[in-house]
């Protein structure tokens, strides 16, 4: 399992770099003037002033300039919230994703999993058939639709929430839930997809045949293989929940790093968009990691394959 | 394992909690209001965003502030009116001797010299440097001076000499603290409106103490030395680098907090000169990029006032406000004007003809524009259709002239007379626009392609790139526009001026740029606004811009608040509001 580690901990690396490396290229080659404020036209002497002093002028210069920053964990300015730097952005958006991000994989897998679990023993049977009608809904319905409903039944009319923005404990779960309804759905299907295929298997009739009772069928011997492929999920699906999501931070007013992904490449802000993008993909990658490490402890046959 | 798993990760949830909830309890503030974006800088020189206006005018006074109901410039900082000399070239401000920043020093004239220098620096990338260089004596010349300096890669020895010049080029500027509540000012022409000017942000005065954050030649890059930058974390009041005390202001409020993307904290500034006089003590920005959301938080009582309704509906909240239904909603009649660029200045734009450097052309295309149909059909939120650049009753005293109306015939032979009957061989017109204006552009496409038999295609771009086309005219047609930022039609008119950094369309008529420069001289403000209305009928005649509307902003007040009132410029000082539930 070290080894396992020790290589997934390299190829990390080598990802990070090259995704570095790509969105410097593209952000380089994006057109536009990253300093301008609203459609004033800027001096000519001030673009070419200010693009000097953040090494803008000089492509190989900044790469290395910006590379050594992120190592040292310094990002270095932003253009568009002159007054903010990268490392205050992400200190403050950072920790808003993640616990929502958190806690709307936490809602995904405690109801998920044992909605798919039902739904495969009861196969068939209305609780399926009921789940199925719930995953339907929640994919087809993107979370801006199940948000605005959300905030619209949940804050204004029952008044159990505030009405968007942060800063309480109350602020938390409608955006949690919503984030985490189509992070439910797939993994509900997937662990029912899962359990089908476990449940026939010969050892669970062995089991079956030697008298084990069906609780200790369902929940020892099959949830464990069944819920391999929902493990492999969860990696990337943490780290897209945790940095954050564009659609729901919008709805609810979250001050999270989601809509940075999306502002920062609207406005060129070149520190931001790499910022951003290292830290996602930091994220997945060290999540993939740790999944990976997991999947090997548990089905102990995968790290000895590697 | 997996059982493990559901022990472990409740817990965590609640561990996470319990973190989280620490530091909760915060009062609510006497007043809350919404900003429909986070604030892009607190540094007055750097701000070209209303809402930034609006903390900052709240934290900062100037020489003089706007009135909070008819914006007419009243005393700030200085004794107000200040001695103006009989030509009319020199204005001698007096400090006003209560006058305080946060921290309890006296407000300086060298605090306003400091502040207005900052504004004139390339480092700074002021978008205003210009309303220093267009009315105030040297002003011109030293920018020009650091401009040249900044675009120059320097040995150290001439970084030095540049250095040591600094200060006595800046002597020739005609900005002179004389004493500490002196200051007196010299303009290169008689400016009617100057006090208007210096209510404005980038005419802010700034606190001392930022000089223990401008960064030193070793720190910056090799060729951009002679820049003059401050460390851009000065306007945060929690921020001690070098001694730094954290922001300091002389308005009637302070930045108590700053939270990003959350909210803004104010509090009364107590060395303020009426502070006791305040009622709302602590006022929170807070941020919502939802105004749907917004709204709702408005109807739940969460917040009190809503200064954007920017929402897709409205036309609703318009017509709510005109109705009576909610006398809570006010529509503002803005001092602004949304209008299309022609490309009056390149004969070929990507490879194609430009047609519309011909006047001819760019009159048949404006006389086709039913703007009452856009603004009453389309928009519905109370905007007024334009027929000149400069808002009708938005200046006192100026009265613009009108432009050219709907007439389609006539529009159809003025085409066929430029050499283009029924739009044959007409190249294909491009609208160059941001996704804001979709539905605008839809319906000016329509318009011209039915009426003139033109093709005409819409190429949305992204604000950047849009902004970045528009400044190097790539386009044929693109949309504008202009928020005044004093009360003057020259706000407007400079922009068409030829040479301006603004004058997108690149239209360049000696004419009117002699008549804008006898205006500039000339000392009676009749005779002014006469040449004034001159010019404007010159490029209502000319079109190389084609007025559409002049905007109106939806906005919200609960009946609570007192003091606040709907202006033309959005401006709300928070010193005068009242609750009174």
């Not at chain 2, 409740?10 to 530091?23: D, K, M, Q, S």
């Not at chain 2, 000012?185 to 401008?214: G, K, M, V, W």
């Not at chain 2, 107590?270 to 929170?284: G, L, V």
Request: charged share 20%.
């Amino acid at each position: 399992m070290i080894g396992l580690l020790v290589r997934r901990v390299i190829l990390g690396a080598v990802t990070i770099a090259c995704i570095y490396t790509l969105t410097f290229v593209m952000v380089i080659l994006l057109p536009g003037n990253p300093f301008q404020q609203g459609e004033r036209n800027m001096a000519p002497e001030v673009e070419q002033a200010l693009r000097a002093r953040y090494h803008m002028d000089d492509n190989w210069l900044y790469f290395q300039e910006f590379l050594t920053g992120a190592i040292r964990l310094d990002f270095g300015p932003t253009f568009t919230y002159s007054d903010w730097t990268c490392n205050q952005i992400l200190a403050s958006a950072l920790p808003v994703s993640m616990l929502i991000g958190l806690l709307a994989i936490l809602i995904a897998v405690m109801v998920g999993v044992p909605l798919g679990v039902w739904s495969a023993v009861k196969r068939n049977g209305w609780l399926d058939n009921l789940g199925l009608g719930f995953v339907l809904m929640v994919v087809s319905l993107p979370t801006f639709v199940t948000g605005t409903l959300l905030l619209i039944v949940a804050a204004v009319q029952l008044h159990l929430a505030p009405i968007g923005g942060w800063g309480t404990l109350a602020h938390l779960p409608l955006p949690a839930l919503t984030l985490s309804l189509p992070f439910t759905a797939y993994i509900m299907r997937l662990t029912r997809a899962s359990m089908i295929e476990t449940l026939s298997a010969d050892y669970i009739r062995t089991a079956v045949a030697k008298g084990a009772s069906r609780r200790t069928i369902v929940w020892k011997h099959a949830l464990k293989p069944a819920f391999l492929p929902v493990l492999s999920y969860l990696g990337p699906a943490t780290a897209q929940a945790m940095t954050g999501s564009f659609v729901v931070e919008k709805v609810f007013g979250v001050p999270g790093l989601g809509q940075h992904f999306v502002n920062a490449a609207l406005n060129l802000d070149a520190g931001l968009i790499m910022s951003t993008v290292l830290v996602f993909s930091t994220f997945l990658v060290v999540l993939n990691t740790l999944i990976d490490t997991l999947y090997a402890w548990i089905d102990p046959r995968i790290g000895r394959a590697v | 394992m997996i059982r493990s798993l559901f022990v472990i990760c409740p817990t965590l949830l609640i561990a996470v909690l319990t973190l989280y909830g620490v530091g909760e309890g915060e009062p609510r503030a006497d007043f809350r209001y919404v900003n429909p974006s986070e604030i892009h800088t607190l540094d007055p020189v750097r701000m070209s965003w209303t809402q930034d206006f609006r903390v900052a005018l709240n934290i900062w006074e100037g020489l003089t502030v706007w009135h909070p109901r008819t914006t007419e410039p009243i005393g700030g900082a200085a004794e107000f009116p200040p001695h103006v000399s009989a030509d009319g070239l020199t204005y001698t401000f007096a400090i006003r001797e209560d006058a305080r920043w946060s921290n309890g020093d006296s407000v300086t004239a060298e605090d306003f010299v400091r502040g207005w220098r900052r504004a004139m620096e390339p480092g700074t990338a002021a978008d205003y440097a210009f309303l220093f260089t267009d009315h105030i004596a040297g002003a011109e010349d030293y920018v020009t001076f650091r401009r040249q300096a900044v675009s120059t890669s320097m040995s150290p020895d001439e970084l030095d000499q540049h250095a040591a010049m600094l200060d006595s080029r800046f002597g020739d500027v005609g900005i002179d603290a004389i004493n500490d509540r002196v200051l007196v000012i010299r303009l290169n022409n008689p400016c009617p409106y100057f006090l208007d000017l210096t209510a404005f942000p980038a005419f802010l005065p700034c606190h001392q103490s930022i000089e223990l954050l401008r960064e030193r030649y070793g720190n910056l890059p090799t060729n951009s030395r002679a820049l003059v930058v401050y460390d851009t974390q000065w306007t945060k009041p929690d921020y001690h680098r070098n001694g730094y005390p954290g922001l300091i202001t002389n308005g009637a409020y302070r930045l108590a907090d700053w939270k990003f993307k959350r909210r803004a904290r104010l509090e009364v500034n107590p060395f303020f000169r009426e502070a006791d006089t305040i009622a709302c003590r602590t006022i929170d920005m807070v941020v919502y990029d939802n105004i749907s959301a917004a709204l709702m938080a408005y109807e739940a009582g969460d917040v009190d006032f809503l200064p954007a309704m920017n929402v897709p509906y409205d036309h609703e909240l318009a017509r709510l406000s005109r109705t009576g239904e909610r006398p809570d909603f006010h529509i503002c009649v803005v001092l602004a004007t949304y209008f299309l660029n022609f490309n009056c200045t390149m004969p070929v734009v990507g490879g194609r003809p430009n047609p519309f450097t011909e006047r001819a052309v760019r009159r048949a295309f404006s006389l086709v524009v039913d703007k009452d149909r856009i603004v009453n059909l389309v928009l519905g939120r109370g905007d007024r259709a334009a027929y000149s650049f400069v808002p009708p009753d938005a200046i006192p005293g100026y009265d613009p002239p009108t432009g050219l109306a709907n007439d389609t015939d006539a529009a159809r032979s003025m085409l066929a007379e430029a050499g283009y009957p029924s739009g044959k061989d007409f190249p294909t017109v491009g609208i160059l626009h941001t996704q804001t204006d979709e539905r605008v552009c839809q319906v000016l496409a329509r318009m011209w392609e039915e009426t003139l038999g033109v093709r005409v295609e819409l190429r949305s771009k992204e604000t950047k790139t849009f902004a970045e086309d528009k400044a190097d005219h790539r386009f044929l047609i693109a949309r504008g526009n202009w928020y005044g930022d004093y009360s003057d039609p020259t706000t407007f008119l400079d922009c068409l001026a030829s040479g301006n950094g603004n004058n997108d369309s690149g239209y360049a008529n000696p004419e009117y740029d002699a008549l804008l420069a006898e205006a500039a001289a000339a000392t009676d403000p009749a005779d002014r606004f006469a040449l004034l209305r001159r010019a404007e009928a010159i490029i209502l005649n000319d079109v190389p811009i084609l007025p559409i509307l002049h905007y109106a902003e939806p906005i919200a007040i609960k009946p609570y608040v007192k003091g606040l009132y709907p202006n033309a410029r959005l401006w709300f000082p928070f010193r005068y509001v009242r609750i009174e539930r």
